[in-house]
């Protein structure tokens, strides 16, 4: 595989790791310098530089050319001290992410010819052009790459993390907390009933749903899996596909999960030991799996879930066995600072992270929870009560029409009550009217009905939802609430009588018949 190859490949978008990259050559251990004498490269970094700059030698003014020979030339060493290379993957992140950075700024009219005219500015520009369209998630990947890409150019960044190169640092901020539940069973998404149907299609696919759930397998870990080889009696041992080299032990607890092991045992390839056709790699086995992912509809647009819930149902399950409550995603709160943290450290190495803190991405955080149920309420509030709203109108109308004889109050009502994101459901307002006694009767003038008619409309179009209303007094005794208020403009419009407030709008014949 020559240079050639590697140009083209740098050329065309690197699309994600899907493309084999074959095996590049190593660097010698040692350069020599003017004089005859030779000095030992000790650290990957001078390697990088050395061969950055036999790059730049090698095509002058030529970036993309330079590219395709330094990742010709160079493999780059795995983080951490680890003796190995990254995985194809990884290091198509780096072109891509270097790709991405030279034709951002080819957009703002700053060509590049040589990769050494690159300066922090420059990538500060692209990090601000990105934050516009990127999340946190994707803005730290790039600059991460970037960043160490700058070392090997021999330049040492001011920048301390990616929010130092962004306008709004708080753009840069990841969110490693699960706020609300992304697992199938937390959807209604029967995944048994859902793997029956995808298994007339591929029984593999089928399989590795089960496998996602049973053990919280990544689906290139079940299409990478050989059951017979992984299956050491009270665990799985997971050793091949595995994110970052990282392979685990997964306990087999239960009957449930035993016999899922022989039933991946029994689908195996008989001559490869794989849980794949022998046809097929990896990456045609991913490609084949999502594709009847979406053909049946089990997608997130569709249903509101991915294969990755299945792994956040199983690190659910796990933290709520350990932790006895459920976990914070799923409305449970936390045990002891100690039992939480046992829970946590299990989930992890079930999952087969390197860091406790990620967990929180699949269990959730009572705290973060909290602080973004008071965010969404407050948010839902601001939009209803928002002074140049209808509502806000039409309430003030409907206070001056009605008197002092009684009280008319508006409330969120289920779950978005508590904070509780809506998911695309509609909005539940209640309406009731209360003598000042506080017992619920009609209003003089205007029945609740007719008030309700008129104001579903008036709400749907303020917040562009759908919005269902209801009477108060109707309500379960324990249907969580949230009063709206609304300004009183009384004494205004009194002492202002030539504003005079809207009247209630009358139902028309549709509304009144449906």
């Known amino acids: 595989m020559g240079a050639s190859w590697r140009h083209i490949h740098v050329l065309i978008a690197y699309l994600h790791g899907e493309t084999e990259m074959g095996t590049l050559k190593l660097l010698p251990d040692r350069e020599h310098r003017p004089g005859g004498k030779k000095r030992a490269i000790t650290t990957p970094t001078e390697q990088a530089q050395q061969v950055m700059q036999e790059a730049q030698r090698h095509a002058p003014r030529d970036c993309w050319g330079q590219l395709a020979y330094f990742f010709e030339h160079y493999r780059i060493p795995a983080a951490q001290g680890r003796s190995r290379s990254v995985s194809v993957a990884t290091e198509t992140k780096y072109m891509a992410s270097i790709r991405l950075l030279?034709?951002?700024?080819?957009?703002?009219?700053?060509?590049?010819?040589?990769?050494?005219?690159?300066?922090?500015?420059?990538?500060?520009?692209?990090?601000?052009?990105?934050?516009?369209?990127?999340?946190a998630s994707t803005l730290q990947t790039r600059y991460s790459c970037l960043a160490r890409f700058y070392g090997?150019?021999?330049?040492?960044?001011?920048?301390?993390?990616?929010?130092?190169?962004?306008?709004?640092?708080?753009?840069?901020?990841?969110?490693?907390?699960?706020?609300?539940?992304?697992?199938?069973?937390?959807?209604g998404v029967d995944m048994?009933?859902?793997?029956?149907?995808v298994g007339e299609d591929c029984i593999y696919t089928a399989m590795y749903l089960r496998l996602a759930r049973g053990f919280g397998l990544r689906v290139q870990?079940?299409?990478?899996l050989k059951p017979h080889e992984s299956d050491r009696g009270a665990y799985l041992e997971i050793l091949h596909g595995a994110k970052g080299g990282r392979g685990r032990s997964v306990p087999i607890a239960t009957a449930h999960q035993r016999q899922l092991v022989e039933d991946a045992k029994a689908l195996a390839d008989p001559k490869t030991g794989l849980l794949r056709p022998r046809q097929l790699t990896i990456k045609q086995a991913r490609t084949r799996f999502y594709h009847l992912m979406r053909k049946h509809g089990l997608t997130k647009s569709a249903l509101g879930v991915t294969a990755h819930g299945l792994r956040h149902e199983y690190a659910c399950a796990v933290y709520e066995e350990i932790a006895g409550v459920p976990a914070p995603v799923n409305q449970g709160r936390n045990p002891s600072r100690e039992i939480e943290m046992a829970a946590r450290k299990v989930v992890t190495s079930h999952l087969g992270h390197g860091r406790t803190s990620v967990t929180t991405a699949y269990t959730g955080s009572v705290v973060n929870i909290e602080r973004h149920q008071m965010r969404h309420m407050t948010e839902l509030l601001g939009q209803l009560q928002a002074p140049g709203g209808g509502l806000q109108a039409y309430m003030q109308a409907l206070a001056l029409s009605l008197g002092q004889e009684g009280d008319l109050r508006v409330h969120v009502i289920g779950p978005e009550a508590d904070g509780h994101p809506p998911q695309g459901a509609p909005l539940l307002l209640s309406v009731g009217y209360s003598d000042l006694q506080g017992h619920f009767k009609q209003p003089a003038g205007v029945s609740l009905g007719e008030i309700?008619?008129?104001?579903?409309?008036?709400?749907?179009?303020?917040?562009?939802?759908?919005?269902?209303?209801?009477?108060?007094?109707?309500?379960?005794?324990?249907?969580?609430?949230?009063?709206?208020?609304?300004q009183n403009r009384k004494q205004e419009v009194i002492a202002n009588p030539t504003a005079t407030p809207p009247a209630p709008a009358p139902a028309t014949q549709a509304e009144m018949n449906g």
Not at 221 to 224: M, S
């Open 152 to 187: 090997w150019l021999g330049q040492e960044l001011p920048f301390k993390s990616v929010k130092d190169t962004l306008q709004n640092p708080a753009n840069g901020r990841r969110a490693y907390s699960a706020v609300v539940p992304k697992a199938w069973d937390r959807k």
């Open 102 to 135: 030279i034709n951002s700024l080819a957009e703002e009219n700053i060509r590049i010819g040589d990769l050494g005219e690159l300066t922090r500015k420059h990538l500060q520009i692209a990090m601000r052009k990105w934050e516009a369209t990127c999340g």
């Open 452 to 486: 309700i008619r008129t104001m579903a409309p008036i709400v749907q179009n303020q917040l562009g939802r759908v919005c269902f209303i209801q009477e108060t007094q109707y309500l379960p005794p324990d249907t969580p609430t949230l009063e709206v208020l609304f």
């Open 221 to 224: 870990e079940a299409a990478a």
């Open 192 to 197: 048994d009933a859902s793997a029956y149907r």
